[in-house]
T-cell receptor, first 114, second 113 residues
Framework: DQQVKQNSPSLSVQEGRISILNCDYTNSMFDYFLWYKKYPAEGPTFLISISSIKDKNEDGRFTVFLNKSAKHLSLHIVPSQPGDSAVYFCAARVASGGSYIPTFGRGTSLIVHP | DGGITQSPKYLFRKEGQNVTLSCEQN?????MYWYRQDPGQGLRLIYY???????QKGDIAEGYSVSREKKESFPLTVTSAQKNPTAFYLC????????????FGPGTRLTVT
């Protein structure tokens, strides 16, 4: 049973426009959420995170929004650039016995067209 | 430079052979992890370790084994008992507790024929 769901396997966006990647979760105990970016044949790199006590976190072109009542978070990229083309993973964490082990979604492949 | 190294980048083995994947970090992180990535499956946790000489099974530990004899090193052995070993394997490390992110290595592509 997937606790973190990224229901869109892929997203195609024009350069300069906004990219919105979505993530839903089922475990209300999750207290920290992270987004990672991954290029083919490379390891993921951390992009941005948000604590459950906040509803928005912004870092340059990247903004993450958290809607706890809907158990939904989204990553906005504005403006989108061709170099943003990658797979984006949403991850959520719950402090379970102090392990802080994150659960990952299956990823969304973003393609930004020039 | 600080980071995580995985070697080799590509690894080929015959079915029935055990193979060990290397993971080394110089970030002074206590926690280390092994993930497996298959197409459309995201990242699935194999094993993790929060401290030297201790490790825990993840979601898909069957057919794998690990050791954590040194803080910097967390090798993963893919045994012949693993039914579908061909995959992309990722090692990661992090600080423990609090708000943190994981740092990932470049990955090892294992192909078993």
């Amino acid at each position: 049973d997937q606790q973190v769901k990224q229901n869109s396997p892929s997203l195609s966006v024009q350069e300069g426009r906004i990219s919105i990647l979505n993530c839903d979760y089922t475990n209300s105990m999750f207290d920290y959420f992270l987004w990672y970016k991954k290029y083919p044949a490379e390891g993921p790199t951390f992009l941005i995170s948000i604590s459950s006590i906040k509803d928005k976190n912004e870092d340059g072109r990247f903004t993450v929004f958290l809607n706890k009542s809907a158990k939904h978070l989204s990553l906005h990229i504005v403006p989108s650039q061709p170099g943003d083309s990658a797979v984006y993973f949403c991850a959520a964490r719950v402090a379970s016995g102090g392990s802080y082990i994150p659960t990952f979604g299956r990823g969304t492949s973003l393609i930004v067209h020039p | 430079d600080g980071g995580i190294t995985q070697s080799p980048k590509y690894l080929f083995r015959k079915e029935g052979q055990n193979v060990t994947l290397s993971c080394e970090q110089n970030l002074n992180h206590d926690a280390m992890y092994w993930y497996r990535q298959d197409p459309g499956q995201g990242l699935r946790l194999i094993y993790y370790s929060q401290i030297v000489n201790d490790f825990q099974k993840g979601d898909i530990a069957e057919g794998y084994s690990v050791s954590r004899e040194k803080k910097e090193s967390f090798p993963l052995t893919v045994t012949s008992a693993q039914k579908n070993p061909t995959a992309f394997y990722l090692c990661a490390s992090s600080v423990t507790g609090g708000s943190y992110e994981q740092y990932f290595g470049p990955g090892t592509r294992l192909t078993v024929t």
